[in-house]
């Protein structure tokens, strides 16, 4: 009998923790389950009846599931599999060093312009997501591309490039194109899109996290500091008067009252791969409208539901990371999941840079660049 007591005694403090983790376990998914409610704008969209259903199909589901774990990874590839059930590059479960306390960009990819020949340049953008390092590259970038105006060739290479700041991708395209060129081209293409964002106590509270963030460059992100002070704003207000979303009705680019032609003679090839997604695919559908010499080698992108403006927040257990969007678009011109397919397909399955050179050089490309 005294064994047994031995024994038991022994095992409490394990089965304290099986609770432990167990429960813990638990606190994340419920987590996850009330941050979308809340926060998410598909949840109070009439138009997506669906997403309410995999939201709670697949949180019942998880919660069966859960208590049958053992292992902290089982854990998280878990609940990676609840978000991806909702088909959405935006809505995922990152891991994360459990030594940091907040999340770091460690991104070492060079912002920077190669010049191949004379008329030729190579315009390598592997994020809009700059670090503090990369901010200055970009902020060099920009200021260089008003001088490329007389190429004959641009390339600019994306490989890599998951998105960020849609508004760095356009301050570039204007420095290239020109302010009122591009004003006048980006009106046209989202004089019918409107802007839904889900208002919500902790949304507004990232919107100024983001303020106090993009203030410390005031220079660089001017622009997009003026916008999201109004943004920040309109969802306060939404927020006194009880409402679900600000809405964004009115287009950031001015009417032109004559035309305007394209300064740019330059024939553009675009780089693209299937890490491609959010800013970087609104910069492809930018330049898109700004150009009818473009061609586009390389691997099929990925695509993004008409949910942007990812916000990141701690599980619980600090064992992953949320991420989700905050905002919708309604009359987008680029649809809903929609891909970008390449006019030159790399068959390997890394695009490496002797393909490109040798692509870009190529005899079928005769039919694109003259």
């Known amino acids: 009998m005294l064994r047994k007591l031995w024994l038991l005694l022994l095992l409490l403090p394990i089965f304290g923790y099986i609770k432990y983790v167990n429960d813990m376990r638990i606190k994340d998914l419920d987590f996850i389950y009330q941050q979308l409610r809340d926060n998410h704008p598909a949840f109070y969209n009439d138009q997506d009846a669906e997403f309410r259903i995999v939201l709670q ?23 990676q599999e609840y978000m991806k059930s909702f088909h959405d590059t935006h809505l995922r479960i990152y891991t994360q060093d459990l030594s940091a306390t907040v999340y770091t960009n460690k991104d070492d990819r060079k912002i920077y312009i190669e010049y191949l020949q004379e008329d030729s340049a190579l315009i390598y953008i592997p994020t809009f997501m700059p670090n503090e390092e990369q901010e200055k590259q970009f902020e060099n970038m920009i200021q260089e591309v008003s001088q490329l105006k007389s190429m004959k060739k641009i390339i600019f290479d994306l490989r890599g490039n998951s998105g960020g700041n849609s508004y760095l991708g356009t301050q570039l395209l204007k420095s290239l194109f020109g302010n009122d060129y591009v004003e006048q081209q980006l009106y046209e293409l989202y004089k019918d899109e409107s802007v839904w964002w889900r208002a919500s106590k902790d949304n507004y509270s990232y919107l100024y996290e983001l303020i106090e963030k993009f203030s410390k460059n005031k220079e660089l992100h001017k622009d997009v500091l003026v916008w999201l002070t109004g943004v920040a704003q309109g969802v306060k207000q939404s927020l006194q008067e009880g409402e679900m979303f600000f809405v964004e009705k009115e287009t950031n680019y001015k009417k032109s009252l004559h035309k305007i032609p394209s300064p740019i003679q330059a024939k553009i090839i675009v780089v693209i791969d299937r890490s491609n997604v959010s800013a970087a695919l609104d910069f492809i559908t930018e330049l898109k409208v700004l150009s009818n010499d473009i061609i586009f080698i390389g691997h099929k992108t990925d695509a993004d539901t008409i949910y942007m ?7 619980p257990s600090k064992y992953g990371i949320l991420q989700f969007p905050i905002k919708m678009y309604h009359n987008r011109p680029r649809l809903h999941n929609q891909n970008y397919n390449p006019d030159i397909i790399c068959e390997s399955k890394n695009i490496n840079d002797a393909w490109i050179l040798d692509t870009v050089n190529r005899e079928i490309l005769k039919d694109f660049i003259k």
């Open 309 to 315: 403006e990812v916000r990141t927040v701690f599980l």
């Open 57 to 79: 199909q697949g949180y019942d589901e998880a919660r069966v599931k859960v208590s049958e774990l053992y292992w902290w990874q089982n854990h998280i590839t878990l609940l």
